[in-house]
């Protein structure tokens, strides 16, 4: 038809991949926001830690007193962005699994 890459890349491939890269995307936020291993290693500010080694550092206190209330008050603002995305992008991301080109 005369495409050139980037006419074919919007026009045939984007519009037929859309579903798969929002499926990819919320798999892929999911999965970043809940890393632990990896800040842990390279981190040598409190300042740059992520929230779950923030939240890891609310619970092992030296005092021995464990404030659970603001621990579970934070997790439950830790766990607000994953739901808005999966929510946000509920059909996108079941449809990104199911839908099958015929």
Same mark, same amino acid.
Request: hydrophobic residues 55%.
């Given at each position: 038809?005369?495409?050139?890459?980037?006419?074919?890349?919007?026009?045939?491939?984007?519009?037929?991949?859309?579903?798969?890269?929002?499926?990819?995307? !919320? #798999?892929?936020?999911?999965?970043?926001?809940?890393?632990? &291993?990896?800040? +842990? *290693?390279?981190?040598?500010?409190?300042?740059?830690?992520?929230?779950?080694?923030?939240?890891?550092?609310?619970?092992?206190?030296?005092?021995? !007193? #464990?404030?659970?209330?603001?621990?579970?008050?934070?997790? &439950?603002?830790? +766990? *607000?962005?994953?739901?808005?995305?999966?929510?946000?992008?509920?059909?996108?991301?079941?449809?990104?699994?199911?839908?099958?080109?015929?």
């Amino acid at each position: 038809d005369g495409a050139g890459p980037i006419k074919f890349f919007f026009t045939i491939l984007l519009p037929l991949s859309r579903t798969n890269i929002a499926a990819l995307f !919320v #798999i892929t936020f999911i999965y970043g926001w809940n890393q632990y &291993l990896w800040p +842990m *290693l390279i981190t040598t500010d409190t300042q740059y830690y992520t929230i779950v080694m923030g939240i890891k550092q609310m619970v092992a206190v030296s005092d021995g !007193v #464990i404030e659970w209330n603001k621990i579970m008050a934070t997790t &439950l603002i830790a +766990m *607000l962005p994953p739901v808005f995305i999966v929510i946000l992008m509920q059909r996108a991301f079941v449809k990104g699994f199911v839908d099958t080109e015929k």
